[in-house]
């Protein structure tokens, strides 16, 4: 991922804020420019709980080439309690004791380094309650 860009999503992906449109009651992470529901362009910013459920996942075996990750290792889509959903990876856990409706809890972690001397760059990941 460029530095730049992650220094644009910090807001979302440090304190996951992401927005909300309130004719649908619909809340977006990442935030959208428009809903998808009705086309409204002006959405309400808003700070999503880091509580959630998986929705569904997967297990990665062989990760980008890009990227140094340790495999396997679960990405999961998660929905928050507002309804949001998100795609994250699932760490502090074996990837084969997750389930489909598991609680989870978003945690901020380290999700991305580029190369041995780059940019760490931090975010979310989705840890099992
Ligand atoms: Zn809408």
């Known amino acids: ?4 860009r992650h220094w644009r999503e910090i807001p979302q992906r440090y304190r996951l804020e992401g927005n909300f449109c309130p004719d649908c009651n619909r809340y977006f992470l990442p935030p959208r420019l428009v809903c998808p529901g009705c086309g409204r362009k002006e959405l309400t910013p808003k700070k999503l709980s880091r509580k ?8 990665i075996r062989v990760p980008p080439k890009t990227q140094e990750l340790k495999t396997p290792y679960p990405v999961a889509i998660v929905e ?4 949001a959903r998100l795609t994250c990876q699932v760490c ?9 409706g598991q609680e989870v809890e978003i ?4 999700v991305m380094r580029e190369g041995k001397t780059g940019v760490i760059m931090y975010g ?5 309650v």
């Open 1 to 4: 991922m460029p530095t730049q």
């Open 52 to 59: 959630g459920k998986i929705v569904t996942f997967t297990v």
């Open 80 to 83: 928050t309690e507002e309804g």
């Open 92 to 100: 502090d856990c074996e990837p084969s004791e997750l389930r489909i």
């Open 107 to 110: 945690v901020f972690r380290e």
């Open 124 to 128: 979310y990941k989705a840890r099992p």
